[in-house]
């Protein structure tokens, strides 16, 4: 059974940092790209920021970029997503995803096919 597990969540104040772990079980993803994914409350689930099967090529939301940083060590099966500096308005659930062609670029949510029960990120001002 394939199975995602974030963890890293918590509460930090603006200024901060974490860093979100995603460990996947089940089977090896070191050939699809992944994601991570957010929503806050009363807000719908948006692109994070996603990593290539090779770990080479990353894209970020507009939001993060300069702020975060996604890797992956594809023998450990698990992706990391670096927060720094972190807003009040990155507060949110945070989701990671497998993207089961390997050579996409998609950022869109319908097109990953497992994600993980999610790790909730409250960043207090």
């Known amino acids: 059974q394939v199975q995602l597990v974030e963890s890293g969540g918590g509460l930090v104040q603006a200024g901060g940092s974490l860093r979100l772990s995603c460990a996947a079980s089940?089977?090896?993803?070191?050939?699809?790209?992944m994601g991570w994914f957010r929503q806050a409350p009363g807000k719908e689930r948006e692109f994070v920021a996603r990593?290539?099967?090779?770990?080479?090529?990353?894209s970020y939301a507009d939001s993060v970029k300069g702020r975060f940083t996604i890797s992956r060590d594809s023998a450990k099966n698990t992706v990391y997503l670096q927060m720094n500096s972190l807003k009040p308005e990155d507060t949110a659930v945070y989701y990671c995803?497998?993207?089961?062609?390997?050579?996409?670029?998609?950022?869109?949510?319908?097109?990953?096919?497992?994600w993980g029960q999610g790790t909730q990120v409250i960043v207090s001002s």
């Open positions: 089940g089977r090896t993803f070191s050939t699809y790209p």
């Open positions: 990593i290539s099967w090779s770990g080479t090529i990353t």
């Open positions: 995803a497998v993207n089961q062609t390997p050579r996409s670029t998609s950022t869109a949510e319908n097109d990953y096919t497992y």
